[in-house]
């Protein structure tokens, strides 16, 4: 519309508010699309038998704070299923030892026909790296027939 005096006048003013009408409909497309887009990682199966202890002990400690290292017969480690070579065991440990405050713990988790010598040889690359919260895992189905007789 034109002034009397010149010139024109604006119909509408800048909003000063950001419109959020829409926001919730965004949220949930990109929820959506994360959901959709994201992948788990899942573990390997080791077919491995757990050796069987004379007495077992419940570790109860949060799952971010165990490092799964696994000993095939073959002398083949894998740590939290990454294959490592044995003589850079200490090498992968030590910074994850260090970065989580000293409270690692380390599950030895080798099948009942490892040889020794590759137990020794882990359980040293594991010294080296200073890690003293180590414990080997055994046989769950030999624990729970013992704790029901």
């Known amino acids: ?68 290292l696994w000993i095939e017969p073959d002398g083949s480690v894998y740590i939290n299923d990454s294959r490592i070579p044995m003589d850079m065991v200490a090498d992968v440990v030590l910074p994850l030892y260090r970065d989580s405050d000293r409270r690692l713990l380390i599950a030895i988790r080798g099948d009942r026909e490892v040889p020794y010598r590759f137990m020794n040889a882990v359980t040293e690359q594991l010294r080296q790296a200073n890690a003293v919260r180590v414990f080997f895992h055994t046989d769950l189905e030999s624990r729970l027939t013992r704790e029901r007789r």
């Open 1 to 68: 519309m034109a002034k009397p005096g010149g010139g024109f006048e604006k119909k509408s003013k800048a909003q000063s508010e950001i419109p959020t009408a829409s926001m919730a409909d965004i949220a949930f497309l990109l929820l959506i699309f994360f959901m959709v887009s994201t992948t788990f990682r899942r573990e390997q199966n080791r077919h491995l038998s757990f050796p069987r202890a004379e007495a077992t002990q419940k570790i109860d400690e949060r799952r971010r704070n165990i490092l799964h």
